[in-house]
C-alpha cells in the first residue's frame, strides 16, 4: 500500500530556532498534502493545505510566517517552524491526498506520516 | 464538508464484538464514509470506507443504512491492541480531512 514517510519523528530545539519536518510521498505521487498538529488527548487540527507549485493554504489563525510549508516536488512537503517557542511543542503529522484513485486508504486516497513529536525548550 | 456526531468514549472487553455509530446527516452524494484508527503517538490509520450497505474488510466491517445518515464501524472479537482513538470521516475527492473529536476505545482484558 501507499506509505507516506515523515522525518524526523521527534526532536528537540531551543527557543528561537527553526525546525524543518519533511513528508514524502515514497511510492505514489501526491499533489495536495495536509499538515496537522495535535495536542494531547486531542484531535488532529488542520494547519494549511499544501499544494505542490503552489502556494499553501492555510487555516484560519495558523500563522503562515511561522509556519512555512513548502511543496516543491509530487512526492515532498516541509513544515519548518520559524523562532520556535514552547507553546509550539506538539505532534505534527502530515497527510499525502494521491493523484489516482484508490492507491491509498479507500477510494479517496489519504495516507498519513507517522507524526514528529517537536519539544521547544 | 459534512461534520460527524460520535460517541466521545467507549469501554468494552477482550472478545467482544464493538459497535460504533456515527451519524452524519449532512452528507453528499459524492461523500464516502470513511473511518480511521489512531494509536497514541501515532498517525490515523486507515480502516475501512464504503459508500453504502456493508462492506467488510480483514478489520472491520462497515455498516451504512440506505438513507446514509449515520454509519456503524464494527470490530470483532476485539484484543487489547486495538484500545485506539477512532475517527469516523466522510471524504469526497476535494475535501481536506477535518477531525472531529473521534471515539476513544479502551479495551479491558
Known amino acids: 500500500g501507499a506509505v507516506v514517510s515523515q522525518h524526523p519523528s521527534r526532536v528537540i530545539c531551543k527557543s528561537g530556532t527553526s525546525v524543518k519536518i519533511e513528508c514524502r510521498s515514497l511510492?505514489?505521487?501526491?499533489?495536495?498534502m495536509f499538515w496537522y498538529r495535535q495536542f494531547p488527548k486531542k484531535s488532529l487540527m488542520l494547519m494549511a493545505t499544501s499544494n505542490e507549485g503552489s502556494k499553501a493554504t492555510y487555516e484560519q489563525g495558523v500563522e503562515k510566517d511561522k509556519f512555512l510549508i513548502n511543496h516543491a516536488s509530487l512526492t515532498l512537503s516541509t513544515l519548518t517552524v520559524t523562532s520556535a517557542h514552547p507553546e509550539d511543542s506538539s505532534f505534527y503529522i502530515c497527510?499525502?491526498?494521491?493523484?489516482?484513485?484508490?492507491?491509498?486508504?479507500?477510494?479517496?486516497?489519504?495516507?498519513f506520516g507517522s507524526g514528529t513529536r517537536l519539544t521547544v525548550v | 464538508l459534512a461534520k460527524t456526531t460520535q460517541p466521545i468514549s467507549m469501554d468494552s472487553y477482550e472478545g467482544q464484538e464493538v459497535n460504533i455509530t456515527c451519524s452524519h446527516n449532512?452528507?453528499?452524494?459524492?461523500?464516502?464514509i470513511t473511518w480511521y484508527q489512531q494509536f497514541p503517538s501515532q498517525g490515523p490509520r486507515f480502516i475501512i470506507q464504503?459508500?453504502?450497505t456493508k462492506v467488510t474488510n480483514e478489520v472491520a466491517s462497515l455498516f451504512i443504512p440506505a438513507d446514509r445518515k449515520s454509519s456503524t464501524l464494527s470490530l470483532p472479537r476485539v484484543s487489547l491492541s486495538d484500545t485506539a482513538v477512532y475517527y469516523c470521516l466522510v471524504l469526497n475527492r476535494d475535501d481536506k480531512i477535518i477531525f472531529g473529536k473521534g471515539t476513544r476505545l479502551h479495551i479491558l482484558p
Open positions: 497527510s499525502a491526498r494521491d493523484v489516482g484513485l484508490g492507491l491509498t486508504g479507500g477510494v479517496y486516497g489519504y495516507t
Open positions: 511510492d505514489f505521487q501526491a499533489t495536495t
Open positions: 449532512n452528507i453528499a452524494t459524492n461523500d464516502y
Open positions: 464504503g459508500y453504502k
